[in-house]
């Protein structure tokens, strides 16, 4: 049995999780008060994702009052991945002018994942 915090909403529910080792993919979810709770309990358990944010180097940064801006995903990344991005925002470097939204990483992951710069910098 694992528990686990629901975070769709801020409700919380506490959510017990038993798996079944016998039966494939055979999950039984309890003590969640909607239906996305159990999505997020298979989800979490089976391929768990998380949101990334993380800093990029701004270019020419030594000539700007901030050397770094911060960024995020654009949808939660498998938590595996989450290296390997980070290493490749941390070598991405943007250039100023920047607004709160612009993608600085385009299709990370086959597609799947913008990072885009949560500040606008002039
Ligand atoms: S199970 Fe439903 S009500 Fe409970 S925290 Fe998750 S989303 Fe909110």
Redesign the pocket.
């Known amino acids: 049995m694992r528990n686990l915090t629901?975070?769709?909403?801020?409700?919380?529910?506490s959510?017990d999780v038993e798996e079944d080792a016998s039966a494939t993919d055979s999950l039984s979810v309890t003590g969640?008060?909607?239906p996305?709770?159990e999505v997020?309990a298979r989800e979490e358990i089976r391929a768990p994702k998380r949101v990334v944010t993380a800093t990029c180097r701004i270019e020419g940064g030594a000539e700007h009052s901030v050397r770094r801006i911060p960024v995020k995903t654009s949808s939660p990344c498998p938590r595996e991945k989450i290296p390997a991005l980070l290493r490749d925002i941390y070598e991405t470097a943007v250039s100023l002018p920047i607004k709160a939204g612009d993608v600085v990483l385009a299709g990370w992951n086959g597609g799947e994942i913008n990072v885009v710069a949560t500040r606008t910098l002039d």
């Open positions: 629901c975070i769709v909403c801020p409700i919380g529910c959510l969640n008060r909607c996305r709770g997020y």
